[in-house]
Nanobody, 126 residues
Framework: HVQLVESGGGSVQARGSLRLACEIS????????IGWFRQTPGNEREGVAA???????WYGDSVKGLFTIFVDTGKTNLTLRMSGLDPDDSAMYYC?????????????????????WGQGTQVTVS
């Protein structure tokens, strides 16, 4: 049974930094794919970043160069390091996982492809 628990959200001033963490328990798969999504009221869930078991990384266009995703070698802690934050980055951030990222870059950051989700952590940038 896979469980994901996010932490690290909060309020930060514009141009500041924040680090989100996701604690992962349970077996996802040897070729796991884990990522971060965000959502604001009335909008669809947006893919932020993803990483797989082969250390491939994907980033949404709006966060490239500003956010970094990494996972520990034990595959139990996923981190999203965010810098240069803008008020537009304010959202509920979710950790998500699935068995395999796949070879199509266009599908990696699609929320409907993910099977497991955390409850979310709120980030507010002012």
């Amino acid at each position: 049974h896979v469980q994901l628990v996010e932490s690290g959200g909060g309020s930060v001033q514009a141009r500041g930094s924040l680090r989100l963490a996701c604690e992962i328990s349970g077996f996802i798969g040897d070729s796991y794919c884990i990522g971060w999504f965000r959502q604001t009221p009335g909008n669809e869930r947006e893919g932020v970043a993803a990483i797989d078991a082969y250390s491939r990384r994907w980033y949404g266009d709006s966060v490239k160069g500003l956010f970094t995703i990494f996972v520990d070698t034990g595959k139990t802690n996923l981190t999203l390091r965010m810098s240069g934050l803008d008020p537009d980055d304010s959202a509920m951030y979710y950790c998500a996982a699935r068995k395999y990222c796949g070879g199509e870059t266009s599908s990696v950051l699609v929320s409907s492809r993910y099977d497991y989700w955390g409850q979310g952590t709120q980030v507010t940038v002012s």
